[in-house]
């Protein structure tokens, strides 16, 4: 099976940078992908690593390092929409369908 | 297109009874999937479609869930004789591929 593991929360104020770390243990290993969900909402695609390295969107940025199982959601200049919970997941190996989260990061922006 | 759309938002259902659930995926996705997300954690994989096929079932389904996608567009999840363990977010999402999928606002259910 899949296990990912991620903080439970990170507090921060507006216009800060907060780092979530998502460590993983799998079987095989088909890219790291992170999610935002805010309260009562839907899970929202934030973006995905298949190779190491940073990949830029916007104020998001996401690492990723295979040799460590290991990978990081960068949020920067922080806004009060912010807030919200931020989950890692990957694929099963050999069923590209299934996702298997982590239990998410609980994100809380003050003024 | 709106994205993927769930129905009911809520449903409040009494042990014992039938429930099912919709939902409309994004209209040129041909997979899509149903997750089961408790408070405070992630979402858990139930099942997977592709085109009207069902794939694969989690373990997690029991025989009271049974789920169909009829020609291949919207999808239903019916749970029978629910259980307050039933009580749950139900996800439903949908992908081109194997992309990453776009979820819906799901079925928050509460089992009394």
């Known amino acids: 099976g899949q296990s990912l593991e991620q903080p439970s929360e990170v507090t921060a104020v507006e216009g800060a940078i907060v780092q979530i770390n998502c460590t993983y243990q799998?079987?095989?290993?088909?890219?790291l992908s992170w999610y935002q969900q805010h309260d009562g909402g839907a899970p929202t695609f934030l973006s995905y690593n298949a190779l190491d390295g940073l990949e830029e969107t916007g104020r998001f940025s996401s690492f990723l390092s295979r040799s460590d199982s290991y990978g990081y959601l960068l949020l920067q200049e922080l806004q009060m929409k912010d807030s919200a919970s931020y989950f890692c997941?990957?694929?099963?190996?050999?069923?590209?369908?299934?996702?298997?989260f982590g239990a998410g990061t609980t994100v809380t922006v003050r003024a | 297109d709106t994205g993927v759309s769930q129905n009911p938002r809520h449903k409040i259902t009494k042990r014992g009874q039938n429930v099912t659930f919709r939902c409309d995926p994004i209209?040129?996705?041909?997979?899509l999937y149903w997750y089961r997300q408790t408070l405070g954690q992630g979402p858990e994989f139930l099942t997977y479609?592709?085109?009207?096929?069902?794939?694969?079932k989690s373990r997690l389904l029991s025989d009271r869930f049974s789920a169909e996608r009829p020609k291949g567009s919207f999808s239903t999840l019916e749970i029978q004789r629910t259980e307050q363990g039933d009580s749950a977010m139900y996800l439903c999402a949908s992908s081109l591929d194997s992309r990453d999928p776009f979820f819906g606002q799901g079925t928050r259910l509460t089992v009394v």
């Open positions: 799998t079987s095989g290993f088909y890219g």
């Open positions: 997941a990957v694929r099963d190996p050999g069923r590209d369908y299934k996702l298997s």
């Open positions: 479609f592709q085109n009207e096929a069902q794939l694969e």
């Open positions: 209209s040129e996705h041909n997979r």
